[in-house]
């Protein structure tokens, strides 16, 4: 089995449909009305964890993901659909980061957990909703927001049961080949395996996943060597299994082998020292000196530390090693990981424009007009369509409550000079707005 662990999309959620503007049509009644229904909500988009996926290969090929659009608010009242949200399965154990600020956003663990990526937008208002007693006949409806946009970084934390760990050259990989079906590059030199093998390893009814990562060696946790990041594989596994090679030393050698995997535990993860763990001493068929063995046998005893001397190419003690991996896991559950977010950290988007934020002018370095920073007009001026003359009246209220002329004015704006909203132009006409009612 491959892993590709590392990914990045983009979601969108859909756009929000728009509102309508529209006026009763009866026989007999020469002005009905406004009846124009609001807009849908733009689908969002969601990522599940499920088992029908294993690795992030799928989005190797396909980065972006967009949920449907609300449909379009109609005549007599009658609202738009919501879009469907899209929901993208992904392998159990994905985390999913802010490809922008790195931070953490969800941790999907279990299958059927999911994580609203991207919100879709609200639908506008149709004109019926901005009748009142005063204004019996609105000529205007909002369009819908658009959908929430993110860049997601995806990566796959292995959710192996058991990890293999030690130097590079120890026979991990041979060991892994031994008690799994992997079938893993084997060979004799140093760093041979350069990303994580899995192997499956099935006894009775339990189905165990064994992780082979690669070699550590001392200064790991400081990027020496392939360097500590693989050992993110192996933070939820149920239970370590050390390898030492019994070739590499004497007995001395091997508990300082020992130790230096212990140390870039403690440098990763104090955590994984607390792991159920046990020592596997690989290749036992080039042992000559059986006291060795035993010597290191002893000495684990002595620290309560399970033990079992092995051969991973001729099969001595194999069957016995399966044995006991097999009943440990059944008396070690999964560690959970300690952050688990469901949702963004909902942000405030109704009502944004209450708390009252300040209002920002700059005038363009280039001389070619000035740019109005506010979070609040920077979303609303996309819910309205200008083409109807309602709307921009409608608009010039808002700046007017925002004072927005009179601190153009202060800038030093004249009349005609272009005044630009997010991705919107005006001509500023400061008399104009001043006239409407
Ligand atoms: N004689 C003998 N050789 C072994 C045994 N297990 C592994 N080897 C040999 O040791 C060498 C290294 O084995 P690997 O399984 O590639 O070692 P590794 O720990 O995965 O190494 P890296 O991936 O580089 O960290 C290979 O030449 C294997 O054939 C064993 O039980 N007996
Ligand atoms: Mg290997």
Redesign the pocket.
Known sequence: MKFVDLVMIQVEGGQGGNGCTSFRREKFVPRGGPDGGNGGRGGGVILEASLSVQTLADFEYHHRYAAAKGENGRGKRQYGRSGSDLVIPVPCGTLVYDEKTGDLLADLVEPGDRFLAARGGKGGRGNATFANSVRRAPHFSEKGDPGEKMALRLELKLIADIG?V?????????????ISNAQ???????????SPNLGILDVDDERIIIA?V??LIEGAHQDRGLGITFLRHIERTRLLVH?L?L?AGDLATLLSQREIICQEFTAYDRHLLDRPYMVVA?????EQNPTKTDALEKEMEKRGIAFLA?????G?NIPGLVRFLAEQIRHHPRPHGETRLVGLAAAPVEGEGRRRLPVEIFRLNDGSGFRIVHPYLEKVVLRFDFDQEEALSRFSRILRRLRIDELLLAQGAKEGDTVFIGDMEFDFEPERALEVE
């Open positions: 293999l030690g130097l590079p050259n120890v026979g991990k990989s041979a060991l892994l080949a031994a893993p590059k084997i060979a004799d030199y140093p760093f041979t395996t350069l082979d690669p070699g390898v090679d070739s690989n290749k036992i068929d080039l092995v051969s991973a190419l001729r001595d």
